[in-house]
């Protein structure tokens, strides 16, 4: 029988790519049509030149600028160090994020083709899918954050004054590391959302065949429950057969995102930061040209762009963990007080599958991504700010 409903995801999962594939984040090719992913050298050859351009046009051109800029509308060492430091922290993030995203190109066409087999697998299974709606509308939310930050961040370079047409261009490459990072960002939030999508599923499915058994009449004959059971029983198996591909493909996922949660967390920390000291620093007088208004609203319409990017990756990621977690409670409180042996020993084989692949989101080995990083990340940029503005005070 054909499924009822298909997975709205296909056209956004298109987008993602364009946008990956124009700055140099995608390595090999997608199928509109069929949707798998392949190995492809021509998108490798065009990642690389991305990175040579980046590695040449960077150094030369884009960092002495800023430089230029800061000097030009700041007075101290400690202004050009750190607006130095931001756009050097910036370009290391964006090269090295490019050459992970090389390195584990196979790995990637793996993962890509394996989340795009396991989601017809759920579909054909479940027909009618939960949340399906609510799940897109998640994704588009990221989609719509990036475009809205990277209009934002064209915005402010245009208010710059004594902009001329080269300016213009380099600072417009300039901005080509805080959009790669982004779409990174947005990229995890979004892969995140599908799995938490399959999750759901299973956990909907689950909830159903609960359901069907708490809700059994109490006239019903012997041989009609065990007929029940047995069904409910092969039903339970072949959700864990699901559950278990899952875990396998968040394995899969952890391992080629590990290292870019890490550079894109860490360029999220000089990103919010710095633009905020210089923020300060013109709030109290000491630029050497007054900031138009303008400039204000921008800087921190970008940041709070920012602090949300955080925010969905790290909410969404908690909310697949806990997604993940609450397929054991459904089995904790199934109704097998008069169940046959057979459907207690698929419940049971079922949760200690659950106890074994405990698996949350680590970056690198450090730190879990979840709602708790977002907090220790906002103490921790308070206190940096408040050194860098010791140090300011200091150098006075």
């Not at 199928?31 to 030369?60: D, E």
């Not at 499915?205 to 029983?233: D, E, F, H, R, W």
């Not at 860490?266 to 710095?274: H, P, R, S, V, W």
Request: glycine letters at 2%.
């Amino acid at each position: 029988m054909p499924p009822k409903e298909h997975a709205k995801f296909h056209s956004i999962v298109l987008l993602t790519y364009c946008l990956n594939k124009l700055y140099g984040l995608s390595p090999f090719s997608y199928n509109c049509t069929t949707k798998p992913c392949t190995t492809s050298s021509v998108a490798v050859a065009h990642c690389i030149v991305n990175i040579l351009f980046l590695l040449f046009f960077y150094p030369t051109f884009c960092i002495p600028l800023y430089y230029a800029m800061v000097n030009a509308n700041f007075e101290g060492n400690l202004e050009s160090t750190v607006g130095t430091t931001q756009v050097t922290i910036e370009f290391i993030a964006v090269i090295l994020t490019q050459c992970v995203y090389l390195y584990y190109r196979k790995e990637l066409v793996v993962y890509f083709n394996r989340k795009i087999a396991y989601e017809k697998k759920i579909v054909e299974y479940s027909q009618i899918l939960y949340g399906n709606v609510y799940f897109a509308v998640q994704n588009a939310a990221s989609i719509i954050l990036f475009l809205i930050k990277f209009a934002a961040n064209h915005m402010m370079i245009s208010q710059i004054p004594s902009m001329t047409v080269t300016r213009f261009i380099i600072l417009i490459i300039y901005l080509v590391p805080n959009t790669v990072m982004t779409i990174a960002g947005c990229n995890f939030t979004m892969e995140v959302i599908t799995l938490r999508y399959f999750a759901a599923q299973i956990n909907f499915m689950l909830c159903k065949i609960g359901q069907q058994l708490t809700n059994l009449p109490q006239a019903t004959s012997t041989a009609k429950k065990t007929v029940i059971y047995c069904k409910a029983s092969e039903a339970i198996d072949e959700l864990l057969i699901l559950h278990s591909e899952l875990n396998e493909i968040l394995v899969m996922f952890n391992k080629v995102q590990s290292f870019v949660l890490l550079i894109f967390f860490m360029n999220k920390f000089a990103e919010l930061i710095i633009p905020i000291f210089f923020v300060y620093l013109a709030a109290i007088g000491l630029s050497k040209v007054d900031i138009d208004t303008n400039v204000y609203i921008s800087t921190t319409l970008t940041n709070i762009f920012s602090f949300l990017e955080l925010k969905m990756a790290t909410m969404f990621s908690d909310q697949l963990i806990n997604e993940i977690a609450t397929t054991g409670k459904i089995l904790h409180e199934f109704p097998i007080q008069n169940a046959d042996d057979r459907l207690k020993e698929s419940i049971n084989r079922f949760s200690v599958q659950i106890l074994q692949e405990k698996r949350p989101i680590i970056v690198c080995g450090m730190y879990r991504v979840d709602n708790s990083l977002l907090y220790i990340m906002a103490s921790s940029m308070t206190s940096y700010l408040i050194l860098l503005i010791q140090f300011q005070i200091e150098a006075l």
